[in-house]
């Protein structure tokens, strides 16, 4: 599997859309980007994933770049319950390729 | 609808030391996956089960083994425990086998002293 590459943190204050982004410039044709976020205390929550195209859900968007080297996770109105590490993972396409966890991005939403 | 449940919460055991670790998955999901989270690091995958075989292992010593059993719960037991050994030990459950949509439990905390 590709490897990513996150900032180590950042914040944002409530309200604000916090942009969290993701290098992934090995990535091959057929890989998909993940993203889960683990809240202090909890096990990893599963947010949202895409191959090429943009992808919304009611938790966030996933901007992918046309040449798929990088994406940005986009939670758009971030509140205090947003505070959690957030993973960036490139997995294969077949159902045995492992979620290959990183050191995650640690989100801090300040009131 | 109750999630992936496992026990104990929290453990402590001695270097030397054997320890069993359980997980009920969601209802109606017939794969487990186990993975160690130290501390500071993201989770790391130990193995998956499905319909109660071993269909995936990370690299990790044949001191850490695992089980399914026929409801679909599952056990992941240490030998020889380490004191490398304390970390969050997490249990994913998925509808069928491989890694689409896992939903993790709490974790169990695991101290070697």
């Known amino acids: 599997d590709a490897k990513t590459t996150q900032p180590t943190s950042m914040d944002c204050a409530e309200g604000r859309a916090a942009n969290l982004p993701c290098n992934h410039s090995?990535?091959?044709?057929?890989?998909?980007v993940y993203w889960y976020r683990q809240i202090h205390s909890q096990g990893p929550q599963y947010i949202i994933h895409?191959?090429?195209n943009n992808e919304t859900n009611e938790m966030a968007s996933l901007i992918i770049t046309e040449d798929r080297k990088s994406s940005t996770l986009i939670l758009p109105h971030a509140t205090l319950r947003d505070t959690a590490v957030y993973y960036c993972?490139?997995?294969?396409?077949?159902?045995?390729?492992?979620?290959?966890f990183g050191k995650g991005i640690t989100l801090s939403v300040r009131p | 609808d109750a999630g992936v449940t496992q026990s104990p919460t929290h453990l402590i055991k001695t270097r030397g030391q054997h320890v069993t670790l359980r997980c009920s998955p969601i209802?109606?999901?017939?794969?487990v996956s186990w993975y160690q989270q130290v501390l500071g690091q993201g989770p790391q995958f130990i193995f998956q089960?499905?319909?109660?075989?071993?269909?995936g292992r990370g690299n990790f010593p044949d001191r850490f083994s695992a089980r399914q059993f026929p409801n679909y719960s599952s056990e992941l037991n240490v030998n020889a425990l380490l004191l490398g050994d304390s970390a969050l030990y997490l249990c994913?459950?998925?509808?069928?086998?491989?890694?689409?949509?896992?939903?993790f439990g709490p974790g169990t905390r695991l101290t070697v002293t």
């Open positions: 994913a459950s998925s509808l069928e086998g491989g890694f689409y949509e896992q939903y």
């Open positions: 090995t990535i091959s044709g057929n890989e998909y």
């Open positions: 895409g191959l090429k």
């Open positions: 993972i490139v997995r294969g396409a077949g159902a045995n390729s492992k979620l290959t």
């Open positions: 209802s109606g999901h017939k794969s």
């Open positions: 089960y499905y319909e109660k075989e071993e269909r």
